[in-house]
């Protein structure tokens, strides 16, 4: 499995915006056109109004590709399903840290970890980044919500990039390496703008699987 540290532009295409009736050529379609990782967005209609799909579906996914596959939990209790995303085969699951997603931070991320998965935190826009602050040297990557989260096609929240900057000082002071995610109402115009504020992984799902052509839109928010 190729490595990324915190330079690279990895583009992850949500496939919460792909055709679900044909999820397996549709992940074939993003792969082919480029993405780096692809983006699972698990909703369970109680951490945000939305349903959307389970371990199952991931398990379905990983057995047509071995793509990097980040997985983003938006249910409440997360720690009680960790180890079923772990054996579908996420390789990096993200959690949230607001206390809606009621759970333990910490021993969450220790067992995603101690899985030889890769650990993620998230914040809503709600959310002050000194809530993920205790957490950073157990992360591997801060999701910095762009939306509020639970639905795909809302428009990008520029008022979130202070955050992103925030986040890479925190980072540089206190010498880690986390990546740090965008998503929500990312396209080549705000990728440019959430790159620029230091964000490097750049989540895209009607941009990128509602596209005409969906490699000229990867590749054109890697290039932003
Ligand atoms: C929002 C999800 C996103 C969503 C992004 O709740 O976490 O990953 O799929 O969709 P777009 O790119 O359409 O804003
Ligand atoms: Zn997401």
Not at 32 to 41: K, S, V, Y
Not at 70 to 88: C, G, K, Q, T, W
Not at 109 to 134: H, S, V
Not at 160 to 187: N, Q, T, Y
């Amino acid at each position: 499995m190729k490595s990324w540290n915190h330079s690279d532009r990895i583009v992850a295409p949500s496939v919460l915006a792909a055709d679900f009736s044909r999820i397996a050529e549709e992940c074939s379609r993003a792969i082919t056109a480029g993405a780096d990782w692809l983006h699972l967005d698990v909703m369970d209609g109680h951490f945000v109004d939305n349903i959307s799909f389970g371990p199952a579906m991931v398990e379905a996914i990983h057995a047509t590709n071995d793509i990097f596959l980040d997985v983003h939990l938006m249910i409440a209790r997360p720690n009680h399903y960790l180890s079923r995303f772990i054996e579908a085969g996420a390789d990096l699951i993200s959690i949230h840290a607001e206390t809606g997603a009621d759970h333990d931070i910490s021993p969450s991320l220790a067992t995603i970890r101690e899985a030889g998965c890769k650990a993620g935190l998230a914040i809503n826009p709600a959310t002050p980044l000194e809530m993920a602050e205790p957490f950073l040297e157990q992360i591997d990557l801060l999701l910095v919500m762009t939306v509020v989260p639970g639905f795909g096609g809302q428009a990008f929240m520029p008022e979130m990039m202070p955050k992103v900057e925030d986040a890479v000082r925190l980072r540089e002071k206190h010498s880690l390496s986390f990546h740090i995610e965008v998503d929500g109402g990312i396209d080549p115009q705000t990728a440019s703008t959430a790159a620029e504020a230091g964000a490097n992984v750049f989540v895209a799902g009607s941009s990128t699987f509602k596209a005409p052509d969906i490699g000229q839109a990867i590749r054109a928010i890697r290039e932003s």
